[in-house]
């Protein structure tokens, strides 16, 4: 198994749409690039934090590449939009690809360069391609969220 990680927006959606994937055995979700240890969903929403709101998935390499989740990536948000994903506002909801490995960074950057050159978006695309960090998890009511909400 491999690791994976990447915001979009609000991580409810975000790893909704990855655990429809063959190949993603699991998910999560929780905050990475800031510089506030163990925050809470508040602290992020504050704005103090520095955290994005992320999607760790865990993935069978044999199953699914890194290169077709990129693709689901690209594909659920804009990454045109700064700090912004529909009507959600500030840093938490930036568009970032946290890499693991060399591997992942050199693939994220090179499908990022060609999306950018091909002409799907009008403006330039502004997500952040960095290593990652330390991983705060998130508390269990927003785990697998959407999930929750069907069944009540």
Not at 9 to 27: L, T, Y
Not at 76 to 88: A, E, F, M, W, Y
């Amino acid at each position: 198994m491999e690791k994976a990680t990447f915001g979009a927006g609000c991580f409810w959606s975000v790893e909704a749409a990855f655990r429809q994937i063959k190949g993603v055995a699991s998910s999560s979700v929780g905050y990475m690039g800031g510089h506030f240890p163990h925050p809470s969903y508040l602290d992020v929403l504050s704005r103090i934090t520095g955290h994005a709101e992320v999607v760790q998935v865990q993935y069978d390499p044999q199953l699914v590449s890194y290169d077709d989740l990129l693709t689901v990536f690209w594909d659920i948000h804009d990454p045109t939009t700064l700090n912004r994903q529909g009507p959600d506002k500030g840093e938490q909801y930036r568009s970032v690809i946290f890499f693991h490995n060399t591997q992942q960074e050199e693939v994220a950057k090179h499908s990022k360069a060609k999306l950018q050159i091909s002409g799907r978006f009008e403006r330039d695309i502004v997500t952040e391609i960095k290593p990652a960090g330390e991983y705060y998890l998130a508390t269990p009511e927003h785990q697998q969220y959407f999930e929750k909400k069907r069944r009540h």
